[in-house]
């Protein structure tokens, strides 16, 4: 049941990255940087996308995806539709190996050392999920900077998870 809790929770922030994207009325935008704030949005869109492909897709589901973390921060003026393709793709690889996981899985070592300490694979799922969720914030507010837009895009919308009873 954690294992498909977490996958609605990235999937559904994954889905309000890709509205994030398309709120850009200037895909320009995307790349700006703002004073104070070294990650334009774009970068943050490739760099959450990267980072889910590696750990969840590639770590824990054997896609192997390659990924460049330099080139996450480092690329500037990829095209909105490469960005919205990328996440597209996250979400596709997300959902195929959360739904592969069972439960079982989450009380086990994360298969690859991250951080130089040895951490269960679901305290890393969910350390993943909130990443997800402070970029995409961050992300929020840029655009807003830039665009002057005070218009939701419905982030982290609690009617997007699962309302089904707990099962006892």
Known sequence: MLTASLARVI?????????????YADERDLWRVVPGITNPGGALALHLAGNLQHFVGAVVGGTGYVRDRAAEFHRRDVPRSQLLRQVDET????????????????????????????VTTGAFLLHLATHLTYHLGQIDYHRRMLTGQAGQIRAVAVDELDRSPPVP
Not at 11 to 23: F, G, I, S, T, Y
Not at 104 to 116: E, I, V
């Open 11 to 23: 999937a559904r922030d994954l889905r309000a990255l890709r509205r994030e994207v398309e709120a």
């Open 91 to 118: 979400l596709v690889a997300v959902e195929r190996t959360l739904a592969a996981l069972g439960e079982d899985a989450l009380a086990r070592p994360f298969p690859q050392p991250h951080g130089g300490a040895p």
